[in-house]
């Protein structure tokens, strides 16, 4: 799979999240071969290794992502909780960091007045906007479902992972067995090997955009709530 940056349309644009390509997870040192595992997750295949990971991912309902991708010369921070259709947190961009909120199907973006200038609105009007909770037009609002935990699970296995080849093999991450499938290019996916619960730990890119994303708190709910108050953009200028 390959993390790729998710534009938010309109006059304000941004996110990332999503896949397509060659995908991995971590980069733990490779200690043993899946043949001499007696994991029961370690001797499937590359394909089937990917495929488990992502139900368990959706089958969690909740999980906290953060990580980094690196595109045209700048580097990207994102550090998101995704549960079920809703979404919250933040994406660092150039040094500006938006906060976002994406709940019910509606999208909230906090921004500084020069990233919304930077997309084209007249100075006046970015202003208005600096620190304020923006409600997003009905059009843009659809572009954040992309970073929702199904809409990244989605994206994950419209990127062809059922195609998936790689080197299977077994190690330890923070003291705990992992299964690591490397690809061709270097890029890895770690995968707790757990039966019941082989969740994606890392993934680790290394491809034309490369990039490193953390998974954790599996099933860990939090309150996801609109903010109050925002400012709608079809207001400004009425």
Same mark, same amino acid.
């Given at each position: 799979m390959r993390?790729?940056? &998710?534009a938010v349309?309109g006059?304000?644009a $941004?996110?990332l999240a999503? &896949?397509g390509g060659s995908?991995?997870? /971590?980069?733990?040192a490779?200690?043993g071969?899946?043949?001499?595992?007696t994991?029961?997750?370690?001797?499937? *295949?590359?394909a089937?290794i990917v495929?488990?990971? =992502? @139900?368990?991912?959706?089958g +969690?309902?909740a999980a906290? $992502?953060?990580g980094?991708i690196?595109?045209?010369?700048?580097?990207?921070?994102l550090d998101l909780?995704?549960? /079920?259709?809703? +979404?919250?947190?933040?994406? !660092?961009? *150039?040094?500006v960091? $938006?906060e976002?909120v994406?709940v019910?199907?509606?999208?909230? $973006?906090?921004a500084?007045a020069?990233?919304w200038?930077s997309f084209?609105m007249p100075?006046? =009007?970015?202003a208005?906007l600096e620190?304020?909770?923006v409600?997003?037009?009905?059009?843009?609002a659809?572009s954040? /479902?992309?970073?929702t935990?199904?809409g990244?699970v989605?994206?994950l296995r419209?990127?062809?992972?059922?195609?998936?080849?790689g080197e !299977?093999?077994?190690?330890?991450l923070?003291?705990?067995?992992? !299964?690591v499938?490397?690809?061709a290019?270097?890029? @890895?996916?770690t995968v707790?090997?757990?039966?019941?619960?082989?969740?994606?730990?890392?993934i680790?890119?290394k491809?034309?955009a490369?990039a490193? !994303?953390e =998974?954790s708190d599996?099933g860990q709910e939090v309150?996801?709530a609109?903010?109050? *108050?925002?400012l709608d953009?079809?207001d400004?200028? /009425?």
């Amino acid at each position: 799979m390959r993390i790729r940056r &998710c534009a938010v349309i309109g006059t304000a644009a $941004v996110l990332l999240a999503g &896949c397509g390509g060659s995908d991995s997870i /971590g980069n733990p040192a490779q200690t043993g071969s899946a043949e001499e595992s007696t994991s029961a997750l370690a001797e499937k *295949d590359a394909a089937e290794i990917v495929d488990a990971a =992502f @139900t368990a991912l959706e089958g +969690a309902g909740a999980a906290h $992502v953060t990580g980094s991708i690196e595109e045209a010369g700048t580097t990207q921070e994102l550090d998101l909780q995704l549960q /079920g259709e809703d +979404a919250q947190g933040s994406i !660092v961009m *150039d040094g500006v960091t $938006v906060e976002l909120v994406y709940v019910g199907g509606t999208a909230y $973006v906090m921004a500084p007045a020069d990233f919304w200038a930077s997309f084209g609105m007249p100075a006046e =009007f970015a202003a208005q906007l600096e620190g304020q909770w923006v409600l997003m037009p009905a059009e843009a609002a659809s572009s954040f /479902g992309a970073l929702t935990l199904s809409g990244l699970v989605d994206e994950l296995r419209a990127s062809g992972s059922d195609q998936v080849e790689g080197e !299977v093999t077994t190690d330890e991450l923070d003291g705990e067995p992992v !299964v690591v499938v490397t690809q061709a290019d270097g890029s @890895t996916l770690t995968v707790a090997d757990d039966e019941e619960n082989p969740y994606p730990l890392v993934i680790e890119d290394k491809g034309d955009a490369p990039a490193t !994303v953390e =998974f954790s708190d599996f099933g860990q709910e939090v309150e996801i709530a609109a903010p109050a *108050d925002p400012l709608d953009l079809n207001d400004l200028g /009425g």
